[in-house]
């Protein structure tokens, strides 16, 4: 976000609006608008920051907002037609900000071509992600939504391992090949320190993807 002053910010896909608060302390605004298709997190938000403005309803509410910066932050993984939400936010927005996981490694690639996996997210029934990506097709859809990458960043998936009993019994109950190879790994890679295992994760893991776009 380097040299981008927003005076009015829109987080669309709010959910709490505990990242909203975030941002807009950063930028030193109170002009701060959260939209989410949520009527829970919306009354949540209402209470926790009444300094701001939530809005429930879906992508159609930004036809009539007018920002400077507009955030989607964890939101696109979860929507059908990306490259449509993102034109129908390029009337509304100055800058687009996005952070979108990368939930595709090699591995992952390498089954979808040989039809031993579905293209829909190993995330779908837990968090309700569609598809999975990798960079180049996240890329190719911010240029068919006709956006202009300024600025990228990767950050590393996970920074280190939480691997407690609960989440130890949780990855243990799921079904599937793909979902017992990656408890499997976290089994044996959690036995070595973090430092070495940490570049073998990508082969079950991916990177969040940080990227600042303008139209």
């Known amino acids: 976000m380097e040299g981008v002053r927003p005076k009015r910010i829109l987080d669309f896909g709010c959910g709490l609006g505990d990242a909203l608060d975030i941002l807009a302390k950063h930028f030193q ?5 959260g939209i989410d298709i949520s009527s829970t997190m919306i009354a949540y938000a209402k209470k926790e920051y009444p300094e701001y403005t939530f809005i429930h309803g ?29 034109k129908l936010a390029k009337n509304s927005a100055n800058y687009i900000g996005i952070k979108i996981p990368l939930e595709k490694p090699w591995l992952v690639s390498i089954l979808n071509s040989l039809h031993l996996k579905e293209r829909k997210s190993r ?32 950050d590393f998936l996970p920074k280190e391992i939480h691997f407690s009993a609960y989440v130890k019994n949780r990855m243990k109950a799921k079904s599937g090949c793909l979902a017992r190879l990656k408890y499997y790994a976290y089994v044996a890679l959690s036995k070595f320190p973090y430092r070495i295992t940490r570049p073998l994760f990508w082969v079950v893991s991916g990177v969040n993807f940080f990227i600042l776009c303008k139209f």
């Open 123 to 154: 995330l779908y029934n837990s968090e309700g992600h569609l598809y999975e990506f990798n960079r180049s097709e996240v890329e190719a859809i911010l240029k068919q939504a006709g956006l202009k990458i300024l600025k990228t960043k990767t």
């Open 58 to 86: 879906s992508i159609e509410k930004l036809k009539n907002i007018r920002v400077d910066l507009a955030i989607f932050f964890d939101v696109l993984e979860h929507l059908e037609d990306i490259p449509g939400i993102l």
């Open 29 to 33: 605004v109170t002009d701060a608008i």
